[in-house]
């Protein structure tokens, strides 16, 4: 995507191999601020404080952690280190486990003298598939916008939640991405952005990356879903995935599942941009997956600008209150009205996915 | 209510009649101040920018602001003019319009000599009426937390959105009477607050006033509220409202129906509090209450406490950013287990609400 009219990747290898560029997703939508990640502990720190979230950019970053954790020590008990340090922190997105899984059955046989060169390389394929899925989602997700553009010829307004854009992935988006494709080719579109509490992605990183691309939107209280839903003022809901079951319930972040529910209750489509690398096979349903508890002080605390423009904390709730705070919640498969993969649109059931990922819902099915 | 071990009202009239004192509760939790409301203009002012708050306490305040009018002018001119500038600062909460027209009803036949007098006097019983009702909601929604308990002897959970306790109130609150009552009895209680953005009156103003009682609560996103139901944390729901349809339709604070959805789909009670002032017998249904579009700068910027100690605003959003601010919605009485009001518990239904108030119901429909 372009960022100030150039194209821009979220994450990208250093000349030499020295480190790894990321953009620090905690500043925005305040300052666009660049971070170099030199080493594994860098990584596991950047994605465990979100400089880096959203499922494919996790998994993409973590493989670079790989790569850059075997730079003095390509044994196998380093390899094995790294990945277990790396999946150690988030436990929601199943990416970050299938990026792992991929970098180790990749360089584990390999002699390690050839381990570094090798994770570099696979760690670049990861994000350049990564971007090849998110495009084919756009593809396919585009056409539900333009057949809803087709039914009635004005705008169409989509509504999603979180960020499941540019910004969490390595380019394009899975939400966004139909989005993104629907406005560069004419259709008519209109973003309501809810804005996500406790972190606020979608106020923070989905209104900005919107409005770098000069995509129309509006930012609402997470609260009003419902009643913009009510009021015919959502023609469809597009969210992305940290996890989908084989049987197609979801995580996502915390507050999906309410915006599926007024989406049934008012016969608004509900669709979930779900990439290959996302679906945990292993999984019967929704019920197995771990929700993280994130900090009570992201409940408790908000970060903004202030007038003088330093960005800054400020304590919203009584100071004798306690907080809670489950970042993920699960929408069940029955909410949603289908899923959008790089290989197409599918109802979300486990024999919608399988008819798609045919090999990998035969394989996982024997091992689970 | 106890505030630092006094048992205090949220609205006063000063000896004298030179003034009412009310609490700034945009100040809330950071800072308990209170402020002096002395002419029609202040208490115009008041309600508008939200210092006082929740339909009752905007009812109450409007009475003693038609009682400031009269100082000077006590002509029937005046009391016309009174009316009209106060029904215009909220539209939805109809606790207003039914205060107002009490308060025209009871002085427009009198001579003008007579009215400053009888002004504050029925302000001051529109009040003590006000607490009255409130104690009744709640003894009878204590009688659900008490059930709730006996059936297993355990806390129960309790969720609330937004605040309709005591400082949406003269005293006690509606949603929170039953949660006040039940916790003095012994019951053991914990609430869910919902933080109720974009205004977090649930992490501002709920959360103090439970912490200044003792009552203990852990404030959530409101975008949790549906996770927690899905895994039996919640045993039952209880919220405000600003108007209730004559067919049990409920318009509260924006994200009420969220919660009524994820009850709904989860088996979880869902009770509203609904005192008499709080009806408008005059609508069929929840579609013809008008919902309050609020200014964008209450989505795109927050107030809180810096580290410093000094209450400021922060922006959330990116500057290029709109924002959109409905602040009210419809629950529909199909979602709604049960109403509170201060004849008892009663189904959301026309027959529901007219078997209790018989009298209402049965003039009210003919004016309709």
Redesign the interface.
């Known amino acids: 995507m372009n960022i100030h009219g150039t194209p821009t990747r979220t994450i990208r290898p250093l000349p030499g191999r020295g480190g790894v560029e990321i953009i620090d997703q905690t500043l925005l ?2 300052l666009l601020a660049f971070r170099i990640l030199h080493t594994l502990e860098d990584v596991a720190e950047a994605i465990a404080i979100m400089q880096v979230r959203g499922a494919p950019l996790i998994g993409a970053t973590a493989a670079y952690g790989v790569a850059l954790a075997l730079a003095e020590d390509a044994s196998e008990s380093r390899l094995e280190y790294a990945c277990g340090r790396l999946l150690a922190t988030r436990p929601t997105a199943v990416n970050l486990r299938w990026a792992l899984e991929r970098m180790h059955d990749c360089l584990a046989p390999l002699p390690a003298t050839q381990r570094q060169e090798a994770a570099w390389a696979e760690a670049a394929a990861l994000c350049d598939g990564d971007v090849m899925l998110n495009q084919s989602i756009g593809r396919h997700g585009m056409e539900l916008i333009r057949w809803r553009h087709e039914l009635s010829p004005r705008t169409v307004n989509i509504m999603t939640h979180c960020n499941a854009g540019w910004l969490a992935t390595v380019d394009w988006g899975t939400a966004l991405a139909p989005v993104y494709a629907a406005f560069d080719t004419g259709i008519p579109v209109h973003v309501w ?1 809810s ?4 972190r ?1 992605q979608g ?2 990183l989905t ?2 990356e ?2 770098q691309h000069g995509v129309p ?12 839903m ?1 009021h015919g003022q959502v023609d469809l809901v597009i969210v992305g995935a940290d996890r989908a079951a084989s049987n197609g319930d979801v995580a996502n ?3 999906t ?2 915006k599926a ?2 989406a049934h ?1 008012n016969g608004v489509p509900f669709y979930v941009a779900v990439p290959g690398p996302t679906i945990d096979w292993r999984l019967a349903d929704g019920s197995g997956i771990p ?1 993280e508890e994130r900090p009570a002080s992201e ?9 003088a423009g330093n960005v ?7 100071v ?7 970042a ?3 929408t069940p498969a029955r909410l949603i009205t289908g899923l959008i993969t790089e290989r197409g649109v599918c109802p979300a059931t486990r024999q919608g996915l399988t008819n798609l990922h045919s090999e990998a819902g035969a394989s996982d099915s024997r091992t689970a």
């Open positions: 939508p305040h952005v804005e996500t509490r406790p606020n106020a923070a209104a900005w919107l409005a939107h509006t930012v609402v209280a997470d609260n009003a879903a419902g009643h913009l009510q972040k915390v507050g599942y309410l529910l007024a209750d929700i409940v408790t605390h908000i970060q903004g600008e202030a007038e800054m904390s400020v304590r919203l709730t009584p004798q209150s306690v907080a809670a705070n489950p993920f919640d699960v």
